[in-house]
């Protein structure tokens, strides 16, 4: 296999994993309280990136100030990014919950203004149109009626993942900050604040079925370390706009999963919804992108941007990593 081909199936793998964490977060929230279910993501996410950062020959393992200073306040609203998103799992579809958190590609643009002059072209604001009829028809199912409250969660954790990517931008522009450094500061804010309110709850843990443990297992060290090491490996090898187009394939996985393992069904209804969001999302991020590279920029801005559907996953475009 060529170098090109691997990077290539390299990041789709990740796109495959995170689209797959919908339903395994919905099976570990059927079994255990949603925030035990977080504590126990990160925690297992933390010790994780511990023992890479201590792997010998990686450089200095010592977090600089920098690194804390934007990974703490980074660590908070990436946890209530995943608070709004797996109480929204647990209460709507895993294919519904994938492709309505992609609404962040195209809302994500609309808060980070800081990598473009000007307004962004009228075209765009059509392609987030196709994107807000596409979750209409989403939340519809078997015909329209009031909205589901997993919808309207997996809505609200997109608006508030977009204001994440957009504030890691902020943080960690024209800094020198490892990615996985960065990443494993969020997973030790994120473990701490689970820690408290799911105190009393831990003893739950240990009685936990082997298959809640296998979901909880897939979710920090499939989704989280092992996605944000292949994707970090990968996208240093390829284009961003080509990472960008593999990654974006995400709710195309989470759909497929969820009606495959999962035995979810599409109506007519959720199935052109599905089609639009896809549609409505890749026009908006090509947009965005052409936008981008022919404006001249207001400052130089090399984020570390990141995903936070995984505790450790640090992503490539304000639409994707």
């Known amino acids: 296999m060529s170098d090109a081909r691997r990077t290539d199936a390299v990041l789709l793998l990740v796109a495959i994993v995170w689209g797959s964490s919908y339903l395994s977060a919905q099976t570990a929230t059927s079994a255990l309280p949603v925030l035990l279910v977080l504590f126990a993501r990160y925690a297992l996410s ?3 990136c511990l023992g890479v950062v201590a792997v010998p ?3 200095p393992r010592r977090w600089t100030r920098e690194e804390l200073r934007a990974g703490v306040p980074l660590g908070l609203t990436q946890a209530a990014v995943l608070v709004v998103e797996t109480y ?4 709507t579809s895993a294919a519904n919950a994938g492709l309505i958190i992609s609404l962040t590609i195209v809302l994500t643009p609309l808060l980070d203004r800081t990598g473009h002059r000007g307004g962004l072209p009228p075209v765009f604001y059509a392609a987030a149109g196709v994107c807000v009829l596409a979750v209409g028809l989403l939340m519809a199912g078997n015909g329209f009626h009031a909205p589901r409250l997993g919808d309207l969660l997996m809505l609200a954790a997109a608006v508030v993942r977009a204001g994440h990517v957009a504030l890691v931008g902020r943080l960690t522009a024209g800094r020198a900050i490892r990615p ?3 990443t494993t500061v969020q997973t030790l804010v994120g473990t701490a604040l689970f820690l408290i309110p799911t105190a009393r709850e831990l003893p739950t843990l240990a009685h936990a079925g082997t298959a809640t443990w296998v ?3 897939y979710l920090a060290l499939f989704c989280s370390v092992f996605a944000f090491l292949a994707q970090t490996w990968a996208v240093q090898r390829t284009s961003a706009s080509r990472a960008s187009l593999l990654l974006g394939t995400e709710p195309i996985w989470a759909a497929a999963v969820g009606v495959a393992l999962g035995g979810e069904h599409f109506t007519v209804l959720t199935g052109l919804g599905a089609v639009m969001m896809i549609t409505g999302t890749y026009w908006g991020q090509s ?3 052409a936008h981008r590279s022919t404006t001249p920029p207001r400052t130089a801005v090399h984020p570390v941007e990141e995903d936070s559907r995984c505790p450790a996953t640090t992503p490539t475009t304000p639409t994707t990593v």
């Not at 929204?88 to 209460?91: L, T």
Request: glycine share 16%; charged share 15%; net charge positive.
């Open 287 to 289: 947009v965005e992108r």
């Open 88 to 91: 929204g799992v647990a209460h």
């Open 57 to 59: 020959g990686r450089g």
């Open 46 to 48: 933390a010790l994780a």
């Open 180 to 182: 996985l450094h960065l």
């Open 215 to 217: 979901q909880l297992l």
